[in-house]
């Protein structure tokens, strides 16, 4: 540009062209050339005037903050400018820092302004205004510099979002130096954990760690000061009151403005209900491959013993036919079923419906039902998860005794009496008839560990068994407040 053009000398300086105010009186002392050269290529905005607020120098940063070229040895670029107070009030050139009147002797230090630059954003700014005074003290001019503070705008409203993020986030979020002491700690920490930030901030991370997993911390530091990230790591901590709780650590470097590791941040987040969730599934696995199995086994002994009754093929067909369609029908009662209008299980029966049910593919003799199996007693009412409880057990009992015991041969049979003591509900199972029992099974099959699982855990009672020459014997007593599931 011409304005440009005249102005600059041949060491690269703005300089004041003839009949204005001369540049080396108002920069006395200074080595012009040095001078000229350190502040163009500067890094921020750097403008000087003289003492009557005439623009004798500015660099190619602060030239580009006006919307116009400024002209040396005026004023005018004052009026180009549009300031601002970081509320967004409108600010006029007389009141910014860079105009203070000449009798200011003081200078200004880090006053925050926003400019609207020519492209019609805004930037803020940090002012600096430094006078210049002669040998007698006598202001000559102004040098101005315009930090700006854009970035550190953006970055501290990136910030603020992030802290958002991290106190309101159901995860536990903490940072750590490379010692393990805990630098800070969110909400998310606090519930998990159970320590409050003023209780933990300060300490070691150990803290939590299981007394028996004394390496974990210091590997996972080590880990970290080589650069590496860690994903998912499952582990136990220890809360406040003792518990423990499963975890997925995932554990990330910290880094310093120079690219060294300071420390490390960690995300912790609670998988107690996941692992539980997978154990329950894994039993349900075991669950259904055993009673599949045991399916098989029922429909071979079906078969097996309509088979010594059966006078002709289709008279074989007809009763293996009726027996499994029994057998599905007490299955049948251990599926629950959902209502339409209610997510509540709709389950219910009485308990003789449902041991009936269960035994009725075996209660028959010589083509006489009901004639193997003998109910007595109080019927009861049994409902929700009550329903699938005993339909299990009952299940077992079953299959155990068609497989190897008192139905498992013709003449076989067995006595059930129900009793009901109020509190609790007493069932015997009495089999007789049956092959001689010569000593008890060595040790607990899946069948017998399921029994005892469901009616502690399900049924709030106690199961005994006693092997008996005659035939097995089954006591079962259960909590009658839990019929009702």
Sequence with gaps: MSSRSSAESANGAYEAPAGTADPSAVLIGWEQTRLHDFL????????????????????????????????????????????????????????????APPAERRAGRGHELVIEVPNGSRMSVLAFSTRLLDDGGTLTGIVNLLVDMSDRAVAYEAAQRLAAIVETSADAILTKDLDGIITSWNGGAERLFGYAAEEIVGKSVSMLVLADRPDEEPNILARIRAGERIEHYETTRRRKDGSLVDISLSVSPIQDHSGRIMGASTIARDISERRRAEEQQHLLIREMDHRVKNLFSLASSIVSLSRRSATSVDDLASAVMSRLIALSQAHALTVPHTSTASTRLQQGTTLHTLMRTILSPYDECDGKPGSRVTIEGPDIDVAGGAVTGFALLFHEFATNAAKYGALSVPGGGMDIRCEDQGATFVLTWRERGGPQIARAPDGDGFGSLLARSTVRGQLGGEIEREWKPEGLFIRLVVATDRLAG
């Design 40 to 99: 163009k290529a500067f890094p921020q905005a750097v403008y000087v005037t003289d003492a009557a607020g005439c623009l004798v120098f500015f660099n190619e940063v602060a030239r580009h903050l006006w919307p116009t070229e400024p002209q040396l040895g005026t004023g005018d670029f004052a009026r180009s400018w549009r300031l601002f107070w970081p509320d967004g009030r409108p600010m006029a050139y007389a009141q910014s820092p860079m105009a």
